[in-house]
């Protein structure tokens, strides 16, 4: 999954920020580009647009979240509604499991990255419902 590179969309028009520079960081990120990009329910839509301030339980310092994307969109019900969306493989969304024998430095750098992303997704929460919109996250479930 780690592969990045340039997205050019059809539609240059429904992008939010300069559209010669969407960059993904995953084939996953691309693919949901791809669907923003060419779905007609989705009115407009940008890719790490948006900056949410977060405190980070590791050093207890603020700092910068940018989700990977804002999508406004007509709902089923025909109501437009904003999405703040963050692609994640689902085993990052999971609190790691405490091994049985000794913690290893694997186990502890996976704890320190949940502690960190659920501290971004609070505050995204947050950020979200103070502005009326909605805060997902995205695996590969969803997205395949």
Same mark, same amino acid.
């Given at each position: 999954m780690a592969y990045k590179g340039k997205y050019k969309p059809n539609r240059p028009d429904k992008y939010h920020g300069d559209p010669t520079k969407i960059v993904y960081r995953s084939l996953w990120e691309r693919k949901c580009m791809r669907v923003f990009d060419e779905n007609p329910n989705i009115l407009s839509w940008g890719s790490e647009e948006i900056c949410i301030p977060y405190v980070s339980p590791v050093d207890g310092k603020v700092h910068?979240?940018?989700?990977?994307?804002?999508?406004?969109?007509?709902?089923?019900?025909? &109501?437009?509604?904003?999405?703040?969306? &963050?692609?994640?493989?689902?085993?990052? /969304?999971? &609190?790691?499991?405490?091994? /049985?024998?000794?913690?290893?430095?694997?186990?502890?750098?996976?704890?320190?990255?949940?502690?960190?992303?659920?501290?971004?997704?609070?505050?995204?929460? &947050?950020?979200?419902?103070?502005?009326?919109?909605?805060?997902?996250?995205?695996?590969?479930?969803?997205?395949?």
């Amino acid at each position: 999954m780690a592969y990045k590179g340039k997205y050019k969309p059809n539609r240059p028009d429904k992008y939010h920020g300069d559209p010669t520079k969407i960059v993904y960081r995953s084939l996953w990120e691309r693919k949901c580009m791809r669907v923003f990009d060419e779905n007609p329910n989705i009115l407009s839509w940008g890719s790490e647009e948006i900056c949410i301030p977060y405190v980070s339980p590791v050093d207890g310092k603020v700092h910068r979240y940018y989700p990977d994307f804002i999508v406004e969109l007509k709902n089923k019900s025909g &109501e437009i509604e904003t999405l703040v969306i &963050e692609v994640k493989p689902s085993k990052q /969304t999971q &609190e790691p499991k405490i091994p /049985t024998g000794k913690k290893t430095k694997k186990y502890i750098r996976e704890v320190m990255t949940y502690s960190i992303n659920n501290a971004k997704w609070k505050a995204a929460e &947050e950020a979200c419902k103070q502005r009326g919109w909605s805060f997902r996250i995205i695996t590969e479930k969803e997205i395949f």
